[in-house]
T-cell receptor, first 112, second 113 residues
Framework: QQQVKQSPQSLIVQKGGIPIINCAYENTAFDYFPWYQQFPGKGPALLIAIRPDVSEKKEGRFTISFNKSAKQFSLHIMDSQPGDSATYFCAASIGGGDKLTFGTGTRLAVRP | NAGVTQTPKFRVLKTGQSMTLLCAQDMNHEYMYWYRQDPGMGLRLIHYSVGEGTTAKGEVPDGYNVSRLKKQNFLLGLESAAPSQTSVYFC????????????FGQGTRLTVV
């Protein structure tokens, strides 16, 4: 049973476009929602995270939008660059950052 | 500052063989984790540890054992490898508390033939 559902599986955008990756969760006890970025041959690295007491969080060109009632959250990448090409994972946990439950990942390609 | 280091980076095993994956962290983190990453399935938690001498099962623990004899090390063992254990294994560590970032190693690619 996939507790965190992520879509799309893959995404191709042109440089400057705004890719959007969506995640939905089932467990209402989740209270921490990070996004991890993974480049080929590397381990995932924390990109940005949000708690459910806010509806949006921005860090540079990356924005998380959170809809608690719909149990959904999404990642937006403004002015995307070829260097953003990577696999993105949403995740969720209870009580902070430990024991993360990951989505299935989105492979993003940003064309020059 | 090395962060989280995994050994080995690649390994090919024959069905039925055993092996141990080593994870070492130099950030004095209390918590350590082992995940496996498979195509289309994301990362799934195998086992984790909240402190030296303690371990607990995650989402997919069957076929694996772990030990945390020292705070900085977390070992993952496969007693009798099966082709279904072909995967990329990631170790991670974090501190307890709110919004604690998990730091991942670079992974071990294991193939069981």
């Amino acid at each position: 049973q996939q507790q965190v559902k992520q879509s799309p599986q893959s995404l191709i955008v042109q440089k400057g476009g705004i890719p959007i990756i969506n995640c939905a969760y089932e467990n209402t006890a989740f209270d921490y929602f990070p996004w991890y970025q993974q480049f080929p041959g590397k381990g995932p690295a924390l990109l940005i995270a949000i708690r459910p007491d806010v509806s949006e969080k921005k860090e540079g060109r990356f924005t998380i939008s959170f809809n608690k009632s719909a149990k959904q959250f999404s990642l937006h990448i403004m002015d995307s660059q070829p260097g953003d090409s990577a696999t993105y994972f949403c995740a969720a946990s209870i009580g902070g950052g430990d024991k993360l439950t990951f989505g299935t990942g989105t492979r993003l390609a940003v064309r020059p | 500052n090395a962060g989280v280091t995994q050994t080995p980076k690649f390994r090919v095993l024959k069905t039925g063989q055993s092996m141990t994956l080593l994870c070492a962290q130099d950030m004095n983190h209390e918590y350590m984790y082992w995940y496996r990453q498979d195509p289309g399935m994301g990362l799934r938690l195998i086992h984790y540890s909240v402190g030296e001498g303690t371990t607990a099962k995650g989402e997919v623990p069957d076929g694996y054992n772990v030990s945390r004899l020292k705070k900085q090390n977390f070992l993952l063992g496969l007693e009798s490898a099966a082709p279904s254990q072909t995967s990329v294994y990631f170790c991670a560590s974090s501190s307890p508390g709110w919004v604690a970032e998990a730091f991942f190693g670079q992974g071990t690619r294991l193939t069981v033939v």
